[in-house]
């Protein structure tokens, strides 16, 4: 009879369902989660796969079509830290897309110090990662803390949040274990200055927000932000901007395009409107 009460008890507790997604596939890997873009996601036949490391740039199809699933950014529920949070990944931001408040320059030179905490030192590489984006097409540099006033500092949470803009002191970054290159990228484009592109003021004329589709609560994350475009295009491949599926709350889209043919809320790369806003927002040559 022990025993048989034992093998009743392990079979209640030893498992603990995750998500219930009819034809799901998935791998004995940790997050973050990418999913298979050839399915329709309307039809249940979605295929998702897991990367234990989380070093690729890429957030994968599913920030496209399969957005009702919980993302690194969207996860300020569980963040655990007690800071005011707003679209999901913004910590106490400014009503503006570019912020006036940007990092300084030392001797005309736009470095910005990073610092590291000892439980994130094990995802240096994807950081790096996440910089080499930057670098590589604006003239903002990272280096290593040594004793500056102002620096970034990554902390580890459960999701990814930032501030906007340059705010002084230690800047915290949060960096969850389920963000990767993409997600970081998207997140020092915040700390630099940068809002979501689908806050911009006009951006009604480019996307419609279906929000009966929103879940609620959540609505404050799709408002307008008044704001300096910089006379700048509206780019639907921003890398700040929200996917389809974003804060869905019946697996309907929440936001669709007025431009057929066109895919939003991509994690792969910086757009060249990306990269035209950062050289212009910091007076790169």
Not at 146 to 171: H, L, R
Not at 220 to 249: A, C, R, W
Request: proline share 5%; with cysteine; glycine share 6%.
């Amino acid at each position: 009879m022990v025993w048989f009460l034992i093998f009743i008890w392990f079979v209640q507790v030893g498992s603990v369902p995750i998500a219930n997604f009819p034809n799901s596939t998935t791998s004995n890997s940790t997050f973050p989660a990418t999913v298979d873009n050839s399915t329709n996601p309307i039809n249940n036949s979605t295929n998702v796969t897991f990367s234990a490391t989380g070093s690729t740039a890429s957030m994968g199809p599913r920030h496209r079509q399969n957005d009702w699933f919980k993302t690194p950014e969207t996860r300020e529920e569980d963040l655990q830290f007690d800071l005011a949070i707003m679209e999901g990944d913004i910590l106490v931001s400014e009503d503006r897309l570019a912020v006036k408040s940007l990092w300084p320059e030392n001797e005309g030179v736009t470095s910005i110090p990073y610092k590291i905490n000892d439980d994130l030192m094990d995802r240096k590489e994807t950081m790096l990662a996440a910089f080499k984006m930057i670098s590589d097409q604006t003239c903002i540099l990272f280096h290593e803390y040594t004793n500056e006033m102002n620096y970034i500092e990554f902390i580890s949470g459960t999701g990814c949040a930032s501030y906007v803009g340059f705010q002084g002191g230690a800047q915290p970054l949060y960096f969850g274990r389920a963000c990767n290159v993409g997600n970081l990228c998207h997140e020092l484009m915040h700390a630099l200055g940068l809002h979501h592109e689908h806050t911009r003021p006009d951006r009604d004329q480019f996307v419609t927000i279906q929000w009966d589709n929103v879940v609620s609560g959540k609505e404050d994350n799709f408002k307008v932000k008044e704001g300096d475009t910089q006379d700048l295009p509206y780019d639907y491949d921003s890398i700040m901007h929200y996917g389809m599926y974003y804060f869905s709350s019946n697996r309907n889209p929440t936001i669709d395009s007025k431009k057929s043919g066109v895919q939003i809320g991509q994690r792969n790369h910086l757009s060249p409107l990306d990269i035209a806003r950062l050289n212009k927002l910091y007076q790169c040559e």
